[in-house]
């Protein structure tokens, strides 16, 4: 095999700082081209019979699990979208406010404007106490625990700090008089403390008490639990659909950035070594073989992983920390990969200390290559001529 002397070969090795620079460069330019190739894998991907008809089914026990929620009373909807729980919190406060001034002679025409918009607390539109009151001691029979029904007084067991705020009539519970006026002048003036510190009470309370009850339906209602099992089935299907996409578009990416690029130019040397003109020569001299850059390329490819795992973010944002956690093999995650790929790559830069030498990082080393100043030789040039 011929072997062909660099025109870099007289070049110093390219110092830590500045090899520091370009494999933090080097990682963001092959995250970039992993986006760029799982962009298109992903829509080659759901165009196929398979991921359509596995994605159409996820949807049906989506909608399902939500009418499940929806008639617990757990979830509510405004203008055709799902209120957070922070939303319904503040939306049930003005309605139990509104029930308490007109139980305690108010008219409609002298309360607040806000007010308007909602209908007065009752024992059915208010969330929680449906739930605990009305839904849970109607199915007893479809929870896992072996349930007894609850009492009323279970609404105020699970919304902590806030009991004193309440009073009993008719079977429900309503704010009383006092809590509701200093909430309602809260809300005409934001200033007001003590309206403010009882809202505060009062909302904490609620949303603790909903979540709570949120958690016990889907951890104890046995539909719930079946269609959410179900669920799950379906997206973990979808999951090993896009891991081989993301693999691919990783495997691909890693191979123009470290093999197909840096084999066309004369420097040898990925895009940022290239604009920071720096060359990777072998050790001996010669310009790299296309072995020693697909030596550099898959070890490249073993450090960083956490490509995908930014990939993953990127494209399918908090809805894809489901994905990240997914187990790929021997119960390991993209998460985990991504923690392995960031001990790695500082391995691999801090090899540069060990190799003194030549600077060179473990990719480089164990490919037989290092990095050099394509400035230096260029001046050790001029001096020559």
């Not at 620079?21 to 990682?27: E, R, T, Y």
């Not at 509701?180 to 008490?209: C, H, M, P, Q």
């Not at 209602?221 to 691919?248: C, F, H, M, Q």
Request: charged fraction near 20%; charge should be neutral.
């Amino acid at each position: 095999m011929q072997f062909i002397d660099s025109p870099f070969k007289n070049s110093l090795p390219v110092k830590k700082g500045r090899k520091f620079a370009v494999k933090f460069l080097d990682l963001l330019v092959l995250a970039i081209v992993t986006i760029f190739l799982f962009v298109i894998a992903d829509a080659v991907g759901n165009a196929t019979p398979a991921y359509k008809e596995k994605s159409k089914r996820a949807g049906e026990l989506q909608n399902e699990l939500y009418s499940m929620a929806l008639g617990a009373k757990l979830m509510a909807k405004k203008d055709n979208a799902y209120l957070s729980l922070n939303e319904e919190s503040d939306l049930q406060i003005k309605k139990a406010v509104k029930a308490s001034l007109l139980k305690n002679g108010k008219k409609e025409s002298e309360i607040s404007g806000i007010y308007i918009i909602v209908e007065a607390a009752n024992s059915s539109n208010d969330q929680l106490f449906y739930y605990l009151n009305t839904f849970t001691n109607s199915h007893l029979d479809s929870f896992d625990d072996a349930r007894q029904a609850n009492e009323p007084s279970k609404y105020l067991e699970i919304m902590p700090n806030c009991t004193e705020f309440y009073e009993k009539s008719d079977g429900y519970y309503y704010l009383t008089f006092d809590a509701a006026t200093k909430i309602d002048n809260y809300y005409r003036d934001s200033s007001y403390s003590l309206g403010s510190e009882i809202f505060n009470k009062v909302k904490e309370g609620y949303k603790t008490g909903l979540s709570s009850s949120i958690d016990d339906f889907c951890n104890h209602y046995i539909p719930y639990k079946t269609a959410y099992s179900n669920y799950l089935g379906v997206r973990d299907s979808i999951y090993w659909i896009k891991i081989p996409e993301l693999l691919a578009a990783y495997l691909a990416a890693a191979v123009l950035t470290f093999f197909v690029f840096p084999l066309s130019l004369k420097e040898k040397a990925t895009l940022p070594a290239k604009v920071m003109k720096i060359a990777v020569i072998r050790r001996d001299g010669n310009i790299p073989k296309f072995y020693n850059l697909l030596g550099k390329t898959a070890i490249n490819f073993l450090e960083m992983p956490i490509c995908m795992a930014v990939t993953i973010l990127v494209f399918y944002g908090s809805g894809g920390v489901d994905l990240l956690m997914a187990p790929l093999f021997l119960n390991v995650s993209f998460l985990g990969i991504a923690v392995f790929s960031l001990a790695a790559m500082l391995i691999g830069y801090f090899s540069c200390f060990i190799f003194r030498k030549t600077n060179s990082t473990l990719s480089e080393a164990a490919s037989g290559l290092y990095e050099g100043e394509k400035e230096e030789q260029e001046a050790k040039r001029n001096v020559i001529e």
